[in-house]
Every structure is written in structure tokens, then in C-alpha cells.
């Protein structure tokens, strides 16, 4: 029997995550769903932008993305965005949902439509609109830098420039950080980086995105998508920007117009919800990008690419595979260059069936375990208390101490689908507790 909450985890990644003919094949022969996705964004793309994305990436020798930067860095974004939410789509089509989602950056914006916060045609709106706002508004001639180095030493060659509009944009692995800034800062960051042995890349960008050279176009942003109609997420959404998860209150508007000019904290987050028991990890969009990173962070994690190689739909399976049976996942090849151990699952000897016990036997114990955990006194976990609000318990940790729940009771693997959101109350927790034990 499964003793932990095993999680699957989504990830959508963000700018880079262009590769010339990824799902041409699905195109050309038809497919539904991905014409349909690519269908919607186009037509929302033209009225807006006067420009779609299909007839640029499906084309017979499509662009790449250096080319596609340099001429149509507008369309590169839809591309990013309109992959991402075909390549989810693909999944479901096969049965597979994950059981979290994690967007990089753009990648923020697929992952909540995915999850439901937005119909596809207006988060293309919300794309365009944040495409129009940053060409208007960003005069900085700003870049970005991947440095091959962690978030302690690329703080070190920021602090070294010392230049009031060069910042750490992301923190991505203990082996790669991005700055950005105006362009001469990001010459001197390269050159400093080189003398000091520091491996270092000029990204694929537009803007240079995280940093509060966009204030103004934040400010902008906000007001143009205030009017977009949002939806009750139907997955738990968990950002990297704001360090939590979503929740359904929030003002999507203000909160995509902050991550403009606020960092990405992608190593933190992966770490939190592979401690939460996240263990398999899909990249719902193209390339391995986000992948790679998670693996070497997470070795012996299972981690699948599956726009990656040269067979979409092998890749496709093999990412479904992963979603839908995720205790057996570790088993399968992982989809990356780097080799990465395959995590087999063992068998644990059952548990010893508890004792029937009464509700307040079993509110006892299940207040003790979080008591302990939290370092708070007992007498706070009353049926009616708000983990969130009231104790301040977010949903991260929430999801660690269920994982806990299942071991000390012999629970086993939880419920498809299962959202934390849902056992906002401490009485609700041992609600589901007593139903996972009850004969």
C-alpha cells in the first residue's frame, strides 16, 4: 500500500519553450484537438494583434526561435501559450489529469487556463493585451541573462555592476539564474560572468521580464484585464511568483500584471511540492526546459518531456502513462538526455487495521498530529477553525500534513483529483479522515 500522498505535478514552461514543428503532425493530419486550440487563439490573435500563430509555426520550414525572436517575437509568445494548452488538452484526451499545475513565468497564464480560471479565448485576450501594454510601455531596451551559477553568486555579479536596474529575475536550479536589465548591464554581467569562469546565455526575450524597468506597463496591464471574467479553478495552481498556491479570491488581473516586475522562485517551489509528495512531473509544452531543471534538483524524481523528441504522440502516451497510474510511473524510462535513476516502487507491508474508534477519539489524535507538526497549542484546531486563514497554514504545508494523515492512519493512496482547497476546515480534515478509515 501507498504510505505517502503521491502528487503529479504539470509544468508549464514560459518564453523558451519554442521548438520549430512541434505537433505538425497533429496539424497536418487534422486533429481536432489541437486545430480547434490553435483555431481559437488565431482568431482572437488577429483581431488583436492583426497577426495568428498557426500559419507561422505549422508552415513547412517553420521558423526558429532566434528567427522567430528577431522577426515575430509576438507570435513567439502565442506559440509558447497556445502549445502549452494544446499539449494539456492532448492529455485529457488520453484520460490524464495532473494533479497539480506549475507555470514559469508566462507559462503562469497557461497553467490557470488550463485549470479552468479563464476561457481560452479570453486568456489569448489577456495575452494580447499583455503583448500590446509591453510594446507600448517598455522603452528600456532591457535583456535577459542565464548564468550558470546559483542564486548566491549571481546576487555577488549583480552586487559587483552595481547598476539600479539590474535585478536576479529568476532563481531557476543551484545551477542556473537569470538577471535582467537594460542592455549595457547585461554586456557587463556577461563579461564579468566570463572573467570569473561563469557560463552564461542571452535569452530568448523580448523584455526583460521580473524587473521594475515594467513597472508602467504593470500598472497598464492591470487595468486593461480587470474586466476579464475569471472562474473557480478546477486544479490547484501553485506560482512560483507568489510563493503559494492560487486561490479562487484572488485578483487574477493584478496578480498577472505583478509578475511583469516580480522574481520567479522556480527552485524553492518544485523543492516544497516535491516535499509535499509531488514525484512525477510533466512538461505540458515543448522542449524539456523545465524538465531538466526539476531533475536536477529532484534526482530519482520522474520527470517526462513529451514534446521533446521526434514522436509527439509516443511522447504523449508515455506523459499519460505517467498522469494516470503515477504509483507505477517510476518504472517508466525517463523522457531527458541526462540520465536519471527509475524510481520502482516497493511494496510496503500493510498496516495494522486501526481499531474502530469514535469522532472524538479520532479528532483527538488528528489534533495532536497537527499540534505537534505546526507547534501550536491544541486547543486552536476546533472543527469550525480556517487552516488558511485563521492558523495561517498554507496549502503546501496543508498537503504535507494530509500525506502524514495517510501514513498514521493507513489511508493509502488519496482520491483522484484530491484538492486540499476542499479541507479548509480542521473539522472538515477529520471529516476525510473518517471516511478513509471507516470499514
Not at 427 to 436: I, L, T
Request: charged fraction near 20%.
Amino acid at each position: 500500500m501507498n504510505r505517502e500522498l503521491h502528487m503529479s505535478v504539470a509544468l508549464f514552461p514560459g518564453q523558451g519553450a519554442y521548438r520549430p514543428g512541434t505537433l505538425a503532425g497533429f496539424w497536418e493530419r487534422g486533429d481536432d484537438t489541437v486545430r480547434d486550440t490553435y483555431e481559437e487563439v488565431d482568431a482572437v490573435a488577429k483581431e488583436k494583434l492583426g497577426r495568428d500563430v498557426s500559419s507561422t509555426v505549422f508552415r513547412p520550414s517553420p521558423p526558429s526561435p532566434a528567427v522567430l525572436l528577431a522577426s515575430a517575437p509576438d507570435t513567439l509568445q502565442l506559440a509558447v501559450f497556445t502549445t502549452s494548452v494544446a499539449t494539456h488538452r492532448l492529455l485529457a484526451d488520453r484520460g490524464a489529469q495532473a494533479s497539480v499545475h506549475l507555470g514559469h513565468s508566462l507559462g503562469e497564464l497557461a497553467a490557470l487556463t488550463c485549470a479552468g480560471a479563464y476561457d481560452l479565448a479570453d486568456a489569448a485576450a489577456v495575452l494580447c493585451e499583455r503583448i500590446s501594454v509591453l510594446r507600448e510601455h517598455d522603452r528600456s531596451g532591457g535583456a535577459m541573462l542565464a548564468l550558470g551559477c546559483g542564486r548566491e553568486r549571481a546576487e555577488r555579479v549583480v552586487a559587483l555592476i552595481d547598476h539600479p536596474d539590474l535585478v536576479l529575475a529568476v532563481d531557476n536550479s543551484a545551477a542556473q539564474a537569470v538577471v535582467s536589465g537594460p542592455a549595457d548591464a547585461i554586456a557587463t554581467a556577461a563579461a564579468i560572468a566570463a572573467q570569473l569562469g561563469i557560463n552564461s546565455t542571452q535569452l530568448r526575450s523580448p523584455h526583460p521580464f521580473h524587473n521594475p524597468l515594467l513597472a508602467e506597463a504593470r500598472r497598464q496591464l492591470a487595468v486593461r484585464i480587470a474586466s476579464f471574467r475569471t472562474r473557480p479553478l478546477t486544479v490547484p495552481v501553485y506560482s512560483p511568483i507568489l510563493g503559494r498556491f492560487y486561490r479562487d479570491g484572488d485578483d487574477l488581473a493584478e496578480l498577472l500584471a505583478l509578475h511583469l516586475v516580480t522574481p520567479v522562485d522556480f527552485r524553492t517551489s518544485i523543492t516544497a511540492l516535491h516535499d509535499a509528495g509531488a514525484r512525477e512531473f510533466v512538461e505540458t509544452g515543448a522542449g524539456r526546459v523545465l524538465t531538466a531543471l526539476v531533475t536536477e534538483a529532484l534526482p530519482g524524481v520522474h520527470a517526462v518531456a513529451p514534446l521533446a523528441g521526434r514522436d509527439d504522440e509516443a511522447g504523449l502516451a508515455k506523459a499519460a502513462d505517467a498522469l494516470r497510474d503515477p504509483l507505477s510511473a517510476g518504472a517508466v524510462a525517463v523522457a531527458q538526455t541526462a540520465p536519471v535513476t527509475a524510481v520502482v516502487p516497493v511494496e510496503a507491508p500493510a498496516p495494522s487495521a486501526p481499531a474502530p474508534m469514535g469522532r472524538t477519539e479520532l479528532t483527538s489524535q488528528v489534533r495532536a498530529l497537527y499540534a505537534e507538526a505546526m507547534e501550536y497549542p491544541d486547543e486552536v484546531f476546533t472543527d469550525d477553525v480556517l487552516l488558511e486563514a485563521d492558523l495561517g497554514i498554507d496549502s503546501v504545508k496543508q498537503t504535507e500534513l494530509m500525506s502524514r494523515l495517510g501514513e498514521r492512519f493507513g489511508l493509502g493512496a488519496p482520491p483522484a483529483g484530491l484538492r486540499v482547497a476542499d479541507y479548509d476546515t480542521f473539522g472538515k480534515v477529520v471529516d476525510f479522515v473518517a471516511a478513509g478509515i471507516a470499514p
